[in-house]
């Protein structure tokens, strides 16, 4: 029998982030060379024949991941295939079993918060997910073309990125649509936990960033480097102000103000797909497998005398992205024990 997910009080989980940092070293990450990937067979949760593209999984504010290793939370992954109506395809990952959600659905997306309710992003459409019959339906009269979506922090809005390059945010359950007129024409797009836009520009390739009252950050550009290639990542729902991202391999941290800071982990490998939302529970796909890195399951084998050591590749990718949170913990953690 499955053990039954644990349920963390704030306390607690602040706690248990801190004594994470705290193993946290100033030594360089370097993940470059086949034999010390750290995308190793016995973390595969899933495999396909056909490119994954999206990742979801969703995060709630005040829960973690179960401790059973063999009871996985749900994964929402999109697959590209030709052959299908739309050229992909969304799937619900349950218990390690696949079931098809949507033909034609592109991305997936959840709020930040305690509103467990997902849409998807499709070819004709937001839609959303029924848990009950592993279905979606269509939500809200419009259909554009939909290349990515995602659910703003604690309102109805909902941002689209379509097939013309062009953002929107959708509102009031889906029935009004307005675009966001900042953004001349984005290849791709993240928010933060505050509903500012990170976007890639069509032109020069590099991330620019619109604050969450629309006005473009007076930058030219918020990073400077000269990438060759730029993939933005959706931050874990603990980060505040940021985004992670990877510029040609190289982890940086964009911060809303414009500064950005390269943090010392390098991936020469190039996953398709990532989901870091859970924060302690993170899963990438590359060459059309799913990898899983349960933090939670390890922190508390640990705590409790099951485990003698921190796997190294968890610590690693980890530690890279979540230290860019150290400070804003750490002051959350000193008011809880005050």
Not at 6 to 26: Q, R
Not at 90 to 115: K, M, N, P, Q, W
Not at 232 to 246: G, K, S, W, Y
Request: charged share 25%.
């Amino acid at each position: 029998m499955s053990s039954p997910p644990i349920y963390m009080v704030p306390n607690m989980y602040y706690t248990m982030l801190v004594m994470l940092l705290a193993t946290s070293t100033n030594s360089r990450y370097i993940i470059s060379k086949k034999e010390d990937s750290m995308f190793k067979n016995e973390q595969i949760i899933f495999a396909s024949d056909f490119n994954i593209t999206r990742l979801l999984v969703p995060a709630d504010g005040n829960k973690y991941i179960h401790a059973d290793s063999s009871d996985i939370p749900s994964i929402f992954f999109t697959i590209s295939d030709p052959k299908l109506e739309g050229g992909s395809c969304i799937y619900v990952l349950e218990g390690f079993a696949a079931y098809e959600v949507l033909e034609g659905g592109r991305d997936s997306t959840a709020d930040y918060g305690h509103d467990t309710t997902i849409f998807f992003g499709a070819k004709d459409g937001i839609y959303k997910y029924n848990s009950g019959s592993l279905s979606a339906k269509k939500y809200g009269p419009f259909r554009d073309d939909i290349v990515q979506l995602q659910k703003a922090n604690g309102s109805d809005a909902i941002y689209i990125l379509n097939n013309e390059h062009r953002i929107y945010k959708i509102e009031k359950n889906g029935t009004v649509r307005t675009r966001v007129r900042s953004v001349p024409c984005a290849l791709e797009f993240v928010l933060d936990t505050s509903d500012n836009i990170y976007y890639l520009d069509c032109d020069d390739h590099m991330p620019h960033i619109v604050k969450s009252d629309g006005s473009l950050l007076s930058l030219t550009t918020s990073v400077v480097e000269d990438f060759k290639e730029v993939k933005l990542l959706r931050p874990a729902f603990v980060m505040e102000n940021c985004i992670p991202f990877f510029g040609d391999g190289n982890l940086y941290i964009l911060f809303a103000n414009g500064t950005n800071e390269k943090k010392d982990f390098y991936l020469a490998e190039k996953p398709s797909a990532f989901s870091i939302d859970a924060a302690l529970y993170l899963v990438a796909a590359i060459d059309g497998k799913i990898y899983e890195f349960n933090v939670m399951e390890i922190l508390l084998r640990s705590m409790f005398g099951l485990s003698t050591e921190w796997p190294r590749d968890v610590t690693k990718i980890l530690m890279s992205i979540i230290d860019s949170t150290k400070e804003n913990i750490n002051g959350i953690y000193k008011k809880s024990i005050s």
